[in-house]
Nanobody, 115 residues
Framework: VQLQASGGGLVQAGGSLTLSCAVS????????VGWHRQFPGKSRELVAS???????HYEEFAKGRFTISRDIAKNLVSLQMDRLQRDDTGNYFC??????????WGQGTLVTVSS
């Protein structure tokens, strides 16, 4: 499984960005997909995920502001981020977990929120 993330950039506080993750390879083997983020010097943290049964989970900070979606036909996982805050600044990574438990990470895409 290969992942290609895109969509990061510079945005003013209160603005929006949409991150996309193109998934290729053994896509039939996917158990869940999700987005994580990482701040300098910190571990990656979950933002949102979609399980194999389409169950969606958001971390508390993402509820009401972020929307995760998956387009199976296009093999895309997206993260719509609205009302961005400076605290959302960081590197965002897409993650695919296979049914075998293997984890595949995309390269990070940098989100910078200015005041």
């Amino acid at each position: 499984v290969q992942l290609q993330a895109s969509g990061g950039g510079l945005v003013q506080a209160g603005g929006s960005l949409t991150l996309s993750c193109a998934v290729s390879g053994s896509t039939f083997n996917i158990n869940s997909v999700g987005w994580h983020r990482q701040f300098p010097g910190k571990s990656r943290e979950l933002v949102a995920s979609i399980g194999k049964d389409d169950t969606i989970h958001y971390e508390e900070f993402a509820k009401g502001r972020f929307t995760i979606s998956r387009d199976i036909a296009k093999n895309l996982v997206s993260l719509q981020m609205d009302r961005l805050q400076r605290d959302d600044t960081g590197n965002y990574f897409c993650l695919v977990v296979a049914v075998t438990g293997e984890m595949y990470w995309g390269q990070g895409t940098l989100v910078t929120v200015s005041s």
